[in-house]
């Protein structure tokens, strides 16, 4: 009994495979220009018998990803085989790329001499949405929608590691446990929602906006001076203390603190200078700004 197939058989049995499978397969020349390709070509728009000359891969991939595939093609016309699956995004006119992870193999003629390379392309979207609601999921606050203290930290991270100048601005609700015990956790979620968007709608585009714990915020500041930053939160300040009289009917003073810091030294540093400037905000009689010296 024959325990293996011939060349025919196999080559039978991989156009079977490839007519009826959602996973792109391309046969390439060695310059990278697409030859052949199974029907799922069509996933990405493309119909290679009604075109004059096939598609580069550099056509295909999304122009972030186009240098890693046309390299890893280099590769295999080199004869560099290799079994790793990497992640690129396609190209689709007037859309938004597809996610594919994606293979590619050394072709050889019947002489062995490798005349092209034979690419797979395996759509990995749900891989990646599920990749991007967990990633959401732990670097955002559920409440608000703002980033929350672990990507904030990161962010500042980041921010004191360069020479530009930046500010970091804490703001803190004032007496909000008082509104809640007195208005109900409701009252003090639909605050907190509201001051998020308040901040979103005061604050530049370039502006990073946390919320950092509680009824605390935190908006970093790129490119500007701890009193450029103080004198941007002045609006935010007398803002919110005026919608939240005229939202509690007079009932409750509703109000903000703020503490700006310069971002340098440390991360930490930052924050405790940030922290001082909220405390003497606080002490000073609320809804007011200081810097720290």
């Not at 697409?34 to 075109?51: E, F, I, R």
């Not at 709608?201 to 001076?225: H, K, L, N, Q, Y």
């Not at 030294?265 to 940030?274: E, G, K």
Request: neutral net charge; contains cysteine.
């Amino acid at each position: 009994m024959r325990a293996e197939f011939t060349t025919r058989e196999r080559l039978a049995a991989y156009g079977l495979l490839a007519d009826h499978s959602t996973d792109i397969i391309l046969k390439t020349d060695r310059r990278g220009f697409v030859l052949a390709a199974s029907p799922a070509l069509k996933q990405l728009g493309l119909a290679l018998p009604a075109m004059l000359i096939g598609p580069h891969l550099r056509d295909i991939a999304h122009p972030d990803y186009r240098d890693l595939i046309e390299s890893k093609h280099r590769c295999a016309v080199a004869g560099q085989s290799s079994d790793d699956w990497l992640d690129l995004r396609t190209a689709q006119e007037g859309r938004q790329g597809q996610w594919f992870e994606f293979q590619v193999r050394p072709m050889a003629d019947h002489g062995g001499r490798i005349d092209g390379a034979l690419v797979v392309m395996r759509c990995i979207a749900r891989r990646k949405s599920l990749e991007e609601r967990l990633f959401a999921a732990e670097f955002t606050d559920p409440l608000t929608r703002l980033t929350n203290r672990i990507a904030f930290v990161a962010m500042l991270d980041h921010l004191v590691t360069r020479s530009h100048p930046a500010a970091l601005a804490l703001f803190d609700i004032d007496h909000f446990m008082r509104l809640n015990m007195r208005f109900g956790q409701n009252a003090g979620d639909d605050l907190l929602i509201a001051f998020a968007g308040l901040l979103r709608a005061m604050t530049r585009s370039a502006d990073i906006i946390s919320r950092v714990g509680g009824e605390r915020f935190a908006v970093i500041m790129p490119a500007v001076a701890p009193e450029v930053a103080a004198a941007a939160c002045a609006p935010v300040v007398e803002t919110f203390a005026e919608a939240g009289r005229a939202a509690l009917g007079g009932n409750f003073a509703v109000s903000t603190s703020v503490g700006v810091a310069e971002i340098t030294l440390s991360a930490d540093h930052t924050v405790r200078q940030a922290e001082l400037a909220l405390f003497l905000a606080k002490a000073k009689g609320r809804s007011r700004i200081e810097t720290a010296r």
